[in-house]
DNA sequence: ATTATTACTTGCGTTTTGAAAGTTATTGCA
DNA sequence: TGCAATAACTTTCAAAACGCAAGTAATAAT
């Protein structure tokens, strides 16, 4: 147990890890919209400072993740990208959101809520599912 | 959308409230052990500081995710419990525990895997199965 | 009556956050 | 080829949050 951790608890070891206010919307920026680089996370409606936003990538990428790469031909855009550590964040994502629209109904957009009562129908083909559409997804 | 939340979008609202280091750690401690009281939490294995713990207690009795009462006789120890709202986060909470599992591995505790396994085999069934137990359980 | 327990609050130094501006290296365009 | 725009940061500094230690008030136990 090293010193990134509070105990040898899951749940808390988790939690030293994405337990703040950016690391999780970062995360939900690369799997539902398929944001890759720094500017496109930099205007997500929450508005992360650049700093924050700087810190978290580097730190996502120490944990292993995300991952940092370059397209061939461009040197100035990195490309960020899940590794399946962080792909394995979705059901984590998933069931966050549905606590979300059973519990803070009252200010959520309704845009999600499809893509939510989908997830409540059948929680495990959903998953597979997305699992497909980030395999798929043109880079 | 009042001042507490950064957007309208249903992951960034749930982390504006249980997106720290602190608030999931005492709703597992009411879960789990069964913890009720000030001075429970107070021990717990990650040691947080008793004025962090007075905020994280009042700020979710103020989001309606736990409340605070008395047991009749004893006017001295406050007993908090989870209201539904706060009982709703344990799909979240079993979701992390099995990502930890799955990915932190080296470090953890042994004693979590029996009950993140059988969380695995039936998460549904696993999950009513603990709603029950807090049901039941003796106050 | 005295001591212990419970649930805090206060003070204060340290760390983290957040807003804004500055920096460096490409890249696109005239 | 030169210049502006873009991408990805870094720096600065004030404000907020954290965390440790000590103190307090009410109740309960001896």
Same mark, same amino acid.
């Given at each position: 147990m090293n010193k990134h951790f509070r #105990? =040898?608890?899951?749940?808390?070891? &988790?939690? /030293?890890?994405?337990? /703040?206010?950016w #690391?999780?919307?970062i995360i939900r920026d690369m +799997?539902?919209?398929?944001? !890759?680089? $720094?500017?496109?996370f930099s205007n997500s409606s929450?508005?992360? &400072?650049? *700093?924050? %936003?700087? #810190?978290?990538? #580097? +730190?996502?990428?120490?944990?292993?993740?995300?991952n940092k790469g370059k397209e061939e031909g461009n040197k100035k855009t990195n490309i960020y990208s899940l590794t399946q550590k962080g792909k394995e964040l979705l059901p984590i994502i998933l069931e966050i959101a549905q606590w979300s629209d059973n519990n803070l *109904? /009252?200010? %959520?957009?309704?845009? &999600?809520?499809?893509?939510? =009562? !989908?997830? !409540?129908? *059948? !929680?495990?083909?959903?998953a597979? *599912? +997305? $699992?497909?559409f980030f395999e798929n997804r043109k880079r």
């Open positions: #105990s =040898n608890c899951p749940i808390s070891s &988790a939690l /030293d890890i994405i337990g /703040d206010k #690391s999780l919307l +799997m539902f919209p398929g944001k !890759k680089t $720094y500017s496109e929450e508005k992360i &400072a650049t *700093n924050i %936003l700087s #810190s978290r990538l #580097s +730190m996502l990428e120490e944990l292993g993740i995300i *109904n /009252d200010h %959520l957009k309704d845009s &999600a809520k499809p893509f939510v =009562n !989908k997830f !409540k129908s *059948n !929680k495990d083909e959903f597979k *599912n +997305m $699992y497909l």
